[in-house]
């Protein structure tokens, strides 16, 4: 598990964050300008969705909804797995499906769906199902005893802060980027002749450490995340590669 971890991470920083992921990227670049940034505690909240999935848009416009809070991290991961329906979904990467069937192994799902919403790690519920998914997000609330997080891109370095917190067992550090709307106009298959906003839809997400609880920071070259154009980025700290969320956070190419 480790050296698939590790080859993901360099594949992450060096293809992902690297000169290829230019031409399918066509917005402004990224800037990290503010000196640091340190979070709150924040919900988060992946919608597993598909263009090929009649079902979806209204789960999309809810997480659409949720992305304008602050104490939420809201990600659209497309996956591709509808595509044999007649339209290949534009923004799917098979990395998503694969962080999906992870998810139902940890949650006790005999089977993938979308459109599924994942709050926190903890819990699962139909995208669309709006009161469910209010409910459980103020269920759940912040994860307690969540470790700050503080980012800082200084001297060419961007350095993830997380400090010390009581947990059971050690977690995955992922870094996500992701790109905050696009719109898609859809030609063929269940939403033909439709056009859908998708919101905060991840683009790249790789793990780049493990915490244990004990203070500790992780450099990355700042070089490499500025090439990547028009995308903004989180940290999630997550037992067992996709197990409970302890803590996440999120920053702005705006700030």
């Not at 139902?104 to 994942?118: F, N």
Request: net charge neutral.
């Amino acid at each position: 598990m480790s050296s698939i971890r590790a080859m993901q991470r360099r594949n992450f920083l060096k293809g992902t964050f690297g000169a290829a992921a230019l031409s399918s990227l066509p917005i402004g670049p990224m800037s990290l300008t503010a000196p640091a940034w340190a979070s709150s505690p924040l919900v988060v909240v992946e919608l597993f969705t598909s263009q090929g999935c009649n079902s979806c848009p209204p789960a999309d416009k809810l997480l659409g909804e949720l992305a304008e809070r602050e104490n939420i991290l809201a990600l659209s991961l497309n996956v591709d797995y509808w595509d044999y329906l007649g339209w290949t979904d534009t923004l799917a990467r098979p990395e998503n499906a694969e962080r999906q069937r992870s998810y139902a192994k940890t949650l006790g799902k005999r089977q993938v769906y979308t459109p599924q919403m994942v709050i926190n790690g903890r819990a699962d519920f139909v995208g669309s199902r709006r009161s469910d998914v209010l409910a459980e997000i103020e269920k759940q609330g912040s994860p307690a005893n969540a470790p700050l997080i503080e980012m800082n891109d200084a001297d060419e370095v961007l350095t993830i802060s997380i400090g010390a917190a009581p947990v059971q067992k050690s977690a995955t550090v992922w870094l996500v980027k992701y790109d905050r709307k696009r719109e898609v106009e859809i030609e063929a298959g269940e939403n033909r002749n439709s056009k859908i906003a998708y919101h905060n839809v991840v683009r790249g997400m790789a793990p780049v450490g493990m915490w244990s609880g004990a203070a500790q920071t992780l450099r990355l070259p700042k070089g490499d995340l500025d090439m990547v154009l028009g995308n903004e980025c989180a940290v999630l700290i997550q037992e067992a590669g996709t197990g409970p969320i302890i803590a996440a956070h999120k920053f702005s190419t705006d700030q």
